[in-house]
Nanobody, 122 residues
């Protein structure tokens, strides 16, 4: 079984920065895409950032220019550097790993982390 463990959430003032980390553990052969999604109270879960195994990134419109995602494939870890944080960035941030194979001949599965709270005070 694969587990995703997020860290780095917390409380920060508007304009500040936080860095989230997410490590995938377990027997892993490959992970295609890793990413971050968030969900604020009363709202749907939305894309924050995705990064492919080759390093291609895709960001949600509301975070472009402020957030940067990176990835260490040797550690199966994805990072999210969040700068110029705004009150509206307050949400639970979820790490995701898409199209994960535990063996070369295995079927692909998707996994989600438990989420980490990010609170931005205005």
């Amino acid at each position: 079984q694969v587990q995703l463990v997020e860290s780095g959430g917390g409380l920060v003032q508007a304009g500040g920065s936080l860095r989230l980390s997410c490590a995938a553990s377990g027997s892993i052969f490959s992970i295609d895409t890793m990413g971050w999604y968030r969900q604020a109270p009363g709202k749907q879960r939305e894309l924050v950032a995705e990064i492919s195994s080759g390093g291609s990134t895709n960001y949600g419109d509301s975070v472009k220019g402020r957030f940067t995602s990176s990835r260490d494939n040797t550690k199966n870890t994805v990072y999210l550097q969040m700068n110029s944080l705004r009150f509206e960035d307050t949400a639970v941030y979820y790490c995701a790993a898409f199209r994960v194979r535990q063996k070369s001949y295995d079927v692909w599965r998707d996994y989600w982390g438990q989420g980490t709270q990010v609170t931005v005070s205005s």
